[in-house]
């Protein structure tokens, strides 16, 4: 089990108090809020990271004692996101991800993990025929859905020169174990961004870490992106809202879920209006443009939060009917669909 490198915890008092502990990463300002038992009966942790809140939820109790398991396995779980957003951040100076896209064309020694997330990333650009690719990171940077900032035609047509996911090409060497993994881009100017699929693989990673850790169950929430594995310590299933996207309190549809994953991508977290049209980050390979779709949100429930992650944002771009279709024409796949009329549209496997 990796150690929790760089993590300073301490326990607050137990005299009727909330029960919320204190920690920073040395050397960052970032905190992590810890709860060492709710009323539920969880340990919890919240902390910033991938641009989002992250929150996980633990069992306090494990064989009816209280231990400090649980919070040492949310301690471990925040070491590894905090070791995954050094590789793979696109902004952050050193990462694997910085690495490639400063390259030129020579190869790129990266860690397995950055390796693995690229891979993925090429798959699912490779499955969604255009409406994703992981090469948008020329053409992303030239956004800013905070400010309301868009780019000029000619700056979008410039970095839409540079995008496409076969410019990049990954090779590796021996085993998982003693391996090395490479990466080299055919275009110099090519930039990478995994931010659309990275969070997935990540959940499921956190998963797989709290279950070796001894959890009999959990639930990991990464800004939207939401894993879950065991069921509830009472024997029922993880009630998972989905997200109204026009902003009503109450959830357009509830997933019950013992394990797997439930991802949506949509329009309403970042976009801004401009010239009475909504300006959102869900963005056209061919043009660089918000996609034009009849979708207010995309929620996919799948076994695993990769692929829930790494086709949300395709079947957002595919729109309702196309969407529909697709889901129903697999197994391990459901859907819930917001038209950007409020209607919710069910797949079958979730009626």
């Not at 090409?169 to 275009?187: N, P, Q, Y």
């Not at 209006?273 to 799948?302: E, F, Q």
């Not at 196309?322 to 009329?341: S, T």
């Amino acid at each position: 089990m990796p150690a929790a490198v760089g993590i300073r915890r301490q326990r607050a008092r137990q005299d009727g108090g909330t029960g919320v502990l204190e920690a920073s990463m040395e050397g960052d300002r970032t905190c992590v809020e810890f709860d060492e038992c709710d009323a539920n009966g969880f340990a919890s942790c919240r902390f910033f990271a991938f641009d989002t809140v992250v929150s996980m939820r633990v069992p306090a109790y494990v064989e009816q004692e209280r231990t400090s398991a649980a919070l040492d396995a949310l301690e471990g779980a925040v070491g590894l996101c905090r070791r995954f957003e050094r590789l793979l951040s696109r902004t952050l100076v050193g990462s694997d991800v910085w690495g490639v896209n400063r390259s030129t064309g020579e190869l790129v020694e990266v860690d397995f993990d950055t390796w693995e997330a690229l891979r993925d990333a090429k798959r699912f650009s490779a499955e969604s025929e255009g409406a994703f690719d992981f090469t948008m990171g020329g053409v992303t940077c030239l956004w800013d859905f905070r400010k309301g900032v868009s780019p000029d035609r000619s700056e979008l047509a410039e970095a839409l020169g540079h995008v496409g996911w076969r410019k990049i090409e990954l090779f590796e060497t021996g085993g998982r174990s003693g391996g090395r993994r490479f990466v080299r881009k055919a275009d110099a100017l090519t930039c990478v961004d995994v931010g659309g699929t990275a969070k997935g693989l990540i959940a499921d990673r956190v998963c797989a870490f709290l279950r070796e850790a001894g959890m009999p169950c959990g639930y990991v929430d990464l800004g939207g992106n939401i894993a879950v594995f065991g069921g509830k310590p009472d024997g029922t299933p993880w009630l998972i809202g989905v997200r109204d996207p026009f902003g009503c309190e109450d959830a357009v549809a509830i997933v019950a879920l013992r394990d797997g994953s439930v991802v949506t991508s949509g329009v309403s977290e970042r976009s801004f209006l401009r010239d009475g049209a909504l300006r959102h980050h869900i963005l056209d390979p061919t043009t660089g443009m918000p996609v034009d779709a009849d979708l207010a949100s995309a929620t996919l429930v799948a076994p695993t939060s990769v692929e829930a992650d790494g086709r949300s944002t395709m079947i957002f771009a595919l729109g309702l009917d196309r969407a529909i279709r697709y889901v129903e024409g697999r197994d391990d796949l459901e859907a819930v669909l917001v038209d950007v009329k409020g209607n919710v549209h069910v797949t079958s496997g979730l009626l």
